[in-house]
T-cell receptor
């Protein structure tokens, strides 16, 4: 089956620093990747949709200057949380989709901002 | 935007009983309806999905029904087992963008 990886699996950083999270599709080419945020005991909230080679489309309420998304290739998308603050602490999950409907999720990255 | 409502938020059943989780959505142009199972601290796992041109789909103990007119779809799990305990999310997709329901915490008591 399709495999999506994320790196790192967890990260702790100081307030004000930036953190980059990578999402890779390992055995297929992802035309579209999605980034979600999930707070404890809550649902997944779609943050943005990224297509390879074009700018990401952000959901309403998500600051594009704070959550920088780059989708440089068909197998890699990155999310950079800039000037992170404690309220950004969350579980960030990416998913990747090829040509069909199915999305394959990465294992998630737990971000803790001190 | 799309509004997805999921009920119930928690569900407790005895092993062997059936469990039903329901979702409604607002955008009639939505065309893909997956269901995910998420265990604590892990990624969501697709368990079954249905497209808008199909009314029902079954995979062993799991089935999904879709009523496009009423804009609701349901997950049915029969002969539940303790390992079915998890959080289940319905989702609705249009043009590839997926919106998730709030989730249902299913507990199967042995």
């Amino acid at each position: 089956g399709a495999v999506v990886s994320q790196h790192p699996s967890w990260v702790i950083c100081k307030s004000g620093t930036s953190v980059k999270i990578e999402c890779r599709s390992l055995d297929f080419q992802a035309t579209t990747m999605f980034w979600y945020r999930q707070f404890p005991k809550q649902s997944l909230m779609l943050m943005a949709t990224s297509n390879e080679g074009s700018k990401a489309t952000y959901e309403q309420g998500v600051e594009k200057d704070k959550f920088l998304i780059n989708h440089a290739s068909l197998t890699l998308s990155t999310l950079t949380v800039t000037s992170a603050h404690p309220e950004d602490s969350s579980f960030y999950i990416c998913s990747a989709r090829a040509m069909g409907y199915t999305q394959y999720f990465g294992p998630g990255t737990r971000l803790t901002v001190l | 935007g799309e509004n997805v409502e999921q009920h119930p938020s928690t569900l407790s059943v005895q092993e062997g009983d059936s469990a039903v989780i329901k979702c409604t959505y607002s955008d009639s142009a939505s065309n893909y309806f997956p269901w995910y199972k998420q265990e604590l601290g892990k990624r969501p796992q697709l368990i079954i999905d249905i497209r808008s041109n199909v009314g029902e789909k079954k995979d062993q103990r799991i089935a999904v029904t879709l009523n496009k007119t009423a804009k609701h779809f349901s997950l049915h799990i029969t002969e539940t087992q303790p390992e079915d305990s998890a959080v289940y999310f319905c989702a609705v997709s249009k043009s590839g963008r997926v919106r998730f329901g709030a989730g249902t915490r299913l507990t199967v008591k042995p």
